[in-house]
């Protein structure tokens, strides 16, 4: 358990619906990032945030749109989706976006496994 | 931009040493992480590097020389439950890390 959490764990839509995937941490961190991990390719950032703002947008489609709450819950809101958007969908935190104190790491939640139809 | 390289895969036997090297190129540097990713599970942190040398973790240790892009990761007395995928991840003038393909790290009895 690394203190971050995501919901679903698996999920399969079809090209029109429209999902939401949560991630939750409960570290008391200040930062958090969504991660695109697809096979044979590296960890893809997509989005960061920091205390509930977006710092970085990784020109991500507009099909993938983040929500931020509160410093504790990440949402990734998904519609229209293509076949090519299948992937592992990792939500991680860390204190801050900019680590101060260097050795500061990132914590990585379970993933939701994502199969668009 | 980024470029990090790392071996697609690897094998090793139970009880041996394997190193798992990872070269990059970035503009500006601020440290190199390494993590590692069961299938289906979390990357969980092992190493961190900023400064040159060795850092030792138990079983892990990790090099970095800065001056060459160069970092390898070393795994000794093997066991089977470290069969999983070795990210490297280097960190620029951004703060945020940067993550290589994966090295995936099989060990046969």
């Known amino acids: 358990e690394t203190g971050v959490t995501q919901t679903p764990r698996h999920l399969v839509m079809g090209m029109t619906n429209k999902k939401s995937l949560k991630c939750e941490q409960h570290l008391g961190h200040n930062a958090m990032y969504w991660y695109k991990q697809s096979a044979k390719k590296p960890l893809e950032l997509m989005f960061v945030?920091?205390?509930?703002?977006?710092?970085e947008n990784n020109s991500v489609p507009s099909r993938f749109s983040p929500e931020c709450p509160n410093s504790s819950h990440l949402f990734l809101h998904l519609h229209t989706l293509q076949p090519e958007d299948s992937a592992l969908y990792l939500c991680?935190?860390?204190?801050?976006?900019?680590?101060?104190?260097?050795?500061?790491?990132?914590?990585f939640g379970p993933g939701t496994r994502l199969l668009v139809l | 931009g980024q470029n990090i390289d790392q071996p697609t895969e690897m094998t090793a036997t139970e009880g041996a040493i394997v190193q798992i090297n990872c070269t990059y190129q970035?503009?500006?540097?601020?440290?190199l992480f390494w993590y590692q990713q069961h299938a289906g599970e979390a990357p969980t942190f092992l190493s961190y590097n900023v400064l040159d040398g060795l850092e030792e973790k138990g079983r892990f240790s990790s090099f970095l020389s800065r001056s060459k892009g160069y970092s390898y990761l070393l795994l000794k007395e093997l066991q089977m439950k470290d069969s999983a995928s070795y990210l490297c991840?280097?960190?620029?003038?951004?703060?945020?890390?940067?993550f290589g393909r994966g090295t995936s790290l099989i060990v046969h009895p």
């Open positions: 970035t503009s500006g540097f601020n440290g």
């Open positions: 991680a935190s860390s204190q801050e976006v900019q680590f101060r104190h260097g050795r500061e790491t990132q914590y």
């Open positions: 945030y920091s205390l509930e703002e977006r710092v």
């Open positions: 991840a280097v960190r620029d003038t951004s703060y945020i890390p940067t």
